[in-house]
């Protein structure tokens, strides 16, 4: 039987679980697949296949053109990215993984402290022979914004108050009993972008927060105010966020997903000023991927006993 394991950009899944265990003929792909007719000429003829979070988009059409496809197991627990009804429509069974909360947080935290410390440049300062040339902002006494209060805005909540900051949050159903129970002061949409010193994006993706950090948003900010982006990227108006880097009226951004993804080489966000870019490094860690992966293989290993686990609905 063949698997194909897709967006394995750094050629590691075969490292963090058992494949051999599973008889099966296992490719995997490291490269970024672009468009259907690539996807179809890979997976023409795999009954199963491993997708990386949401960097691969299944839509109708696409599993209607795999008609070999009986497992699809996404990592994560949920995949926006994959059509669930077509999926039942065609007989595909959809599994998933657990997401350990750890990793974003502290890739967000990282970000954070690059862009208040200007850490890439000064680095760069150092290994071309120079010295200090920027002066930094604090954590402590300043207050952190958090849009969205789940379970990753739990968790920034918690090291924020750590850091000794002030730390707010909103969202569209937030309740402020739950904010409180966290030692986090809920407040207004208007007071959180006006007021934070810091604000960090953790916020599920739909139709109704889709670019709910626009211009309107970005000018209520500091000039001396960082934005974090480490959820999804079209959650933020990206050209507002260009202009505003551009014309000063915010102090920086730290940004890991992205509209497009992989980045166009070409893309003006790339050379945006005061800014912090990673390649959506928010799960990429090794206690992350030993979930992901080890997980997949057990969900291939129940489906062929006739027992799915972890099935997407």
């Known amino acids: ?11 590691v899944a075969g490292e963090f679980a058992d494949w051999d265990s599973l008889g099966a003929e296992v490719h995997t792909v490291t490269r970024h697949v672009t468009g259907e007719k690539d996807l179809k000429d890979l997976l023409y003829d795999a009954p199963i296949i491993i997708a990386m ?25 949920a995949n926006a990215s994959i059509d669930l009804d077509a999926a039942r429509d065609h007989g595909i069974v959809v599994c998933g993984t657990e997401s350990p909360a750890s990793s974003t ?70 309740d402020p009993a739950d904010a409180e129970s966290l030692g986090v002061q809920a407040v207004s949409k208007e007071e959180l972008f006006s007021t934070s010193d810091v604000l960090t994006i953790h916020y599920k993706l739909s139709d109704r927060s889709c670019g709910i950090v626009g211009a309107a948003e970005l000018d209520l900010m500091k000039n001396t105010a960082v934005l974090i982006n480490t959820s999804r990227g079209p ?33 003006p966000l790339r050379t945006a000023p005061r800014t912090v870019l990673t390649p959506h490094l928010g799960y990429v860690t090794r ?18 006993a006739g027992q799915p686990i972890r099935v997407l609905t």
């Open 1 to 11: 039987m063949k698997i194909v394991v897709l967006d394995d950009y750094q050629d």
């Open 105 to 174: 947080p502290e890739l967000a935290w990282g970000l954070i402290l690059s862009v208040l410390r200007s850490i890439p440049t000064e680095n760069q300062a150092m290994r071309d022979g120079g010295w200090q040339s920027t002066v930094g902002t604090d954590l402590a006494g300043h207050r952190l914004g958090i849009i969205g209060l789940g379970r990753l805005g739990g968790r920034m909540a918690r090291i924020g108050q750590a850091f000794d900051m002030d730390v707010v949050a909103w969202s569209q159903n937030l």
């Open 53 to 77: 979070r949401e960097r691969t988009p299944f839509t109708r059409s696409l599993l209607a053109s795999l008609p070999q496809l009986k497992l699809l197991v996404s990592t994560g627990k």
């Open 235 to 267: 959650l933020v108006d990206t050209d507002a966020l260009i202009d505003a880097l551009e014309a000063g009226s915010i102090g920086g951004a730290g940004i890991d997903v992205y509209d497009t993804e992989p980045v166009p080489a070409d893309h």
């Open 287 to 304: 206690d992350t991927y030993s979930v992901f992966y080890s997980q997949a293989v057990e969900n291939v290993a129940a489906w062929m």
